[in-house]
């Protein structure tokens, strides 16, 4: 399952947003080879559908670190973001958690996994940072970058 926000400043490949496309759709572009299904759920700050992509029962969450920004405080979005993984802690997801970060927040996001797993102990070993290198001019259309993604979801989803 890949959840991401439709704000065109959350999409990180220009022409992308310029065609009103969103990352899951260059993310799904991305490893449509690898033959897994699968379902976007665009967010927001309102978002509401956790038990509905609870129900669907997910082996993993392509989830952008930035999935609920809204035209509002990014704290109100990490509270949103803690709130959906809670709520996801005793499925059996797992969850790639990507962002752009700034190379100088860099070290505070990779720190992430070690956050979330020591709030939500129930996610130990089922939570990887992706960091999408470029800063703002990143792109799931970049071939290293599709590269890594692709590794990193058959790591996870021990595909071959």
Do not use: G
């Given at each position: 399952m890949l959840i991401d926000s439709t704000l065109p400043k959350l999409v990180y490949d220009d022409q992308s947003q310029t065609q009103g496309r969103t990352n899951a759709d260059d993310i799904t572009d991305a490893i449509d080879d690898l033959r897994i299904q699968i379902t976007k759920e665009t967010t927001s700050l309102a978002w509401y559908r956790e038990e509905q992509v609870l129900k669907?029962?997910?082996?993993?969450?392509?989830i952008h670190l930035s999935a609920f920004y809204d035209q509002t405080n990014p704290r109100d979005s990490d509270r949103k973001l803690d709130g959906f993984l809670r709520?996801?802690?005793?499925?059996?997801?797992?969850f790639i958690i990507?962002?752009?970060?700034?190379?100088?927040?860099?070290?505070?996001v990779e720190g992430?996994?070690?956050?979330?797993?020591?709030?939500i102990p129930q996610l130990q070993k089922r939570v990887w940072?992706?960091?999408i290198p470029g800063g703002q001019k990143a792109s799931f259309r970049d071939k290293n970058t599709k590269r890594e993604l692709k590794l990193l979801v058959k790591q996870v989803l021990q595909l071959s």
């Open positions: 669907l029962d997910p082996d993993l969450i392509v709520y996801m802690a005793n499925s059996r997801a797992k990507y962002s752009r970060a700034a190379d100088e927040d860099r070290e505070d992430l996994v070690n956050f979330v797993e020591s709030k940072y992706l960091p």
